[in-house]
């Protein structure tokens, strides 16, 4: 079986944490780069994270590379309440890691991206679960790889043109929405969208994460994780799964349904930044998922926690 290749791009962020070591027992996977953008906390306590989760959880060397601390144009004050205080719950907290980034003097996140594709050409997938800042940044400096990137991934936007941030739109998209219409009109092949819709339809319960915590050191660390996860959009039961549904997309698309898309993005600093209006297209490179098989997602994140040693 050919694995897929992968770039993970990455704010932790609990769901985003989960959705990594879900990434780390995917055998379908081959992660060739990790990268860190500041979102759901800032920039150095994404990659304190990043580094923590990879170090502890992945089940071989993957590179982790620091990206963008801010949005392209208007600056953000980091949101410390979805994801607790440090961004990876209430209970868990980063410790030190002997695993260090790869950034160096004119060498980061854009040359670590460029790097990847031109070196396998047209078989990377990017999977952005946070803020799309970096790959716009990276498609800025080098658009000579456009055309030899497979697929994006984005985990963004609203298929109501409702929001969790605000009545419009949801984080990662509000958050920097310039950086997405760079990639918009970046001329790929192809971008999906695992719209926030997704995450919450898709959601955790307590009794899934008790039987996932009981099983190894990887369950446990999904049920400490989502015991200082507390989203917006849904009650304190019922944890969504958002950077989850859009990574699994790549293992198990049969899970999920699409269909191809139109999207009017809201830039700005006005009430709506941040709102996708998607409408139906009969020929386009934008997809959107419209919907995911809940039993069958959630089965497979307990398939590959159990299978985990």
């Known amino acids: 079986m ?64 620091e990206g963008a601390s801010q949005p392209i144009k208007y600056p953000f004050s980091h949101n410390l309440s979805v994801h607790g205080k440090t961004g990876l719950g209430d209970i868990i ?51 000579e790889i456009v055309p030899l990137i497979k697929e994006v991934i984005i985990m963004g936007g609203s298929i109501k043109g409702t ?19 760079i990639i918009l009109k970046s001329g790929l092949k192809k971008i999906v ?36 996860y507390h989203d ?7 944890l969504a799964t958002h950077d989850l549904c859009a990574v699994m997309f790549l293992a198990k698309p049969n899970y999920f349904e699409v269909k191809p898309v139109n999207l009017k993005l809201q830039l700005g600093k006005g009430k709506k930044r941040g709102q996708t209006l998607f409408t139906p297209a009969e020929n386009s490179s934008l997809w959107l998922v419209t919907k995911g098989e809940r039993n069958k997602i959630l089965s497979e994140l307990e398939r590959k926690i159990k299978s985990a040693t």
């Open 93 to 143: 907290k980063a410790t030190k890691t002997k695993l260090k980034t790869i950034n160096k003097p004119d060498y980061g996140v854009c040359e670590a991206y460029r790097d990847v594709i031109v070196s396998n050409p047209n078989e990377v997938k990017i999977v952005c679960v946070g803020p799309s800042t970096n790959l716009a940044l990276t498609l800025q400096k080098y658009p």
């Open 2 to 65: 050919q694995k897929q290749k992968i770039i993970l791009d990455v704010d932790p962020g609990v769901d985003d944490s989960v959705a990594l070591i879900y990434a780390f027992l995917n055998k379908e996977f081959d992660i060739k780069l990790l990268g860190v953008v500041g979102g759901n906390v800032g920039i150095k306590q994404c990659v304190k994270n990043a580094l923590f989760i990879t170090e502890n959880f992945a089940t071989y060397p993957i590179p982790v590379v």
């Open 193 to 228: 969208f695992s719209p926030t819709e997704l995450g919450i339809n898709t959601y955790v319960t307590n009794e899934l994460t008790d039987k996932l915590e009981k099983m190894n050191r990887y369950g446990k660390m999904v049920k400490q994780l989502y015991c200082g």
């Open 232 to 238: 917006l959009l849904l009650p304190s039961d019922k």
């Open 163 to 181: 929001g969790s941030i605000t009545p419009y739109a949801s984080f990662n998209v509000y958050y920097d929405p310039e950086s997405l219409r």
